[in-house]
């Protein structure tokens, strides 16, 4: 694993820019996968940034995202399909046919999780994926327990993740306690592997994830560690605690 630590949120972001150029630029079918939450949008900002500056072309990409909250609707401005043209693809010249979201939209489950499975198969192996990881170690929404998912499936978050989410909604709005996500095995089907923390928040998270020596179901993000091609892009403040006894 490759550890990067730069000074700050900013420099993260802009670092973290430079290596999806460095991947995906001269590609002519880039397959791309995206996460939401807070850590990587200050990377969308440089993606939009070196799109309208013609450094990247999107007009072939293909993008597949992590996860997505069940039981509410995609023009929720809290939906992670909202997060994603708001943050990113409204703003950058990629097709829409080429976006790939979980969707439970007018589904069953189950086609919800065989349909999102076709997808991650048709776009394949990507060239890159970008990940967050949750302050108890979730990557995408597969949460700490005894086995963990391969492949897409749904998943009740913990009462800490729906805690931590609380601050993306306003008071009195219920945060969703369901999710549906890519599993543990589509998440390591992509040839580079970008994971970012930042923040004080994620210090306990990112020493416990470089100085770990198992895998552990009930901390997802150590699965990370069977993956030949992972780079951890912290700041200096996430990455304060390692080392320390
Ligand atoms: C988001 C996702 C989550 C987040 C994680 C960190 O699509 O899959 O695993 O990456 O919860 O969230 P932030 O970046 O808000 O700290």
Same mark, same amino acid.
Do not use: W
């Given at each position: 694993?490759?550890?990067?630590?730069?000074?700050?949120?900013?420099?993260?972001?802009?670092?973290?820019?430079?290596?999806?150029?460095?991947?995906?630029?001269? /590609?002519?079918?880039?397959?791309?996968? =995206?996460?939401?939450?807070? +850590?990587?949008?200050? /990377?969308?900002?440089? &993606?939009?940034?070196?799109?309208?500056?013609?450094? &990247?072309?999107?007009?072939?990409?293909?993008?597949?995202?992590?996860?997505?909250?069940?039981?509410?609707?995609?023009?929720? @401005?809290?939906?992670?399909?909202?997060?994603?043209?708001?943050? /990113?693809?409204?703003?950058?010249?990629?097709?829409?046919?080429?976006?790939?979201?979980?969707?439970?939209?007018?589904?069953?489950?189950?086609?919800? =999780?065989?349909?999102?499975?076709? @997808? #991650?198969?048709?776009?394949?192996?990507?060239?890159?994926?970008? =990940?967050?990881?949750?302050?108890?170690?979730?990557?995408?929404?597969? @949460?700490?327990?005894?086995? #963990?998912? &391969?492949?897409?499936?749904?998943?009740?978050?913990?009462?800490?993740?729906?805690?931590?989410?609380?601050?993306?909604?306003?008071?009195?709005? +219920? %945060?969703?306690?369901?999710?549906?996500?890519?599993?543990?095995?589509?998440? /390591?089907?992509?040839?580079?592997?970008?994971?970012?923390?930042?923040?004080?928040?994620?210090?306990?998270?990112?020493?416990?994830?470089?100085?770990?020596?198992? =895998?552990?179901?009930?901390?997802?993000?150590?699965?990370?560690? %069977?993956?030949?091609? %992972?780079? #951890? &892009?912290?700041?200096?403040?996430?990455?304060?605690?390692?080392?320390?006894?």
């Amino acid at each position: 694993m490759r550890i990067i630590v730069c000074k700050n949120y900013e420099e993260m972001s802009v670092k973290a820019g430079e290596i999806v150029k460095d991947v995906i630029g001269r /590609l002519h079918r880039p397959k791309i996968g =995206l996460a939401t939450g807070s +850590t990587p949008e200050g /990377l969308y900002k440089e &993606l939009i940034r070196m799109n309208k500056e013609d450094i &990247l072309n999107f007009e072939h990409a293909e993008t597949v995202n992590l996860d997505e909250y069940v039981g509410i609707d995609e023009n929720n @401005e809290q939906s992670y399909h909202y997060y994603m043209y708001d943050k /990113l693809f409204n703003h950058i010249n990629i097709k829409d046919s080429n976006i790939h979201i979980p969707s439970c939209k007018d589904k069953s489950d189950k086609d919800a =999780l065989i349909d999102y499975d076709k @997808e #991650l198969d048709y776009v394949g192996r990507r060239d890159i994926q970008i =990940l967050g990881v949750g302050n108890n170690g979730h990557i995408a929404f597969n @949460e700490p327990a005894d086995k #963990l998912n &391969l492949r897409t499936s749904f998943v009740d978050l913990t009462d800490e993740t729906v805690e931590s989410n609380s601050r993306f909604f306003e008071d009195g709005e +219920t %945060v969703p306690n369901r999710a549906i996500t890519m599993g543990i095995g589509d998440i /390591l089907n992509a040839d580079t592997i970008l994971m970012m923390a930042n923040g004080e928040k994620k210090q306990d998270v990112v020493k416990e994830f470089i100085e770990c020596k198992m =895998l552990d179901t009930h901390f997802p993000i150590s699965m990370l560690h %069977v993956h030949k091609n %992972v780079i #951890l &892009l912290v700041d200096e403040i996430a990455y304060a605690k390692v080392g320390n006894k």
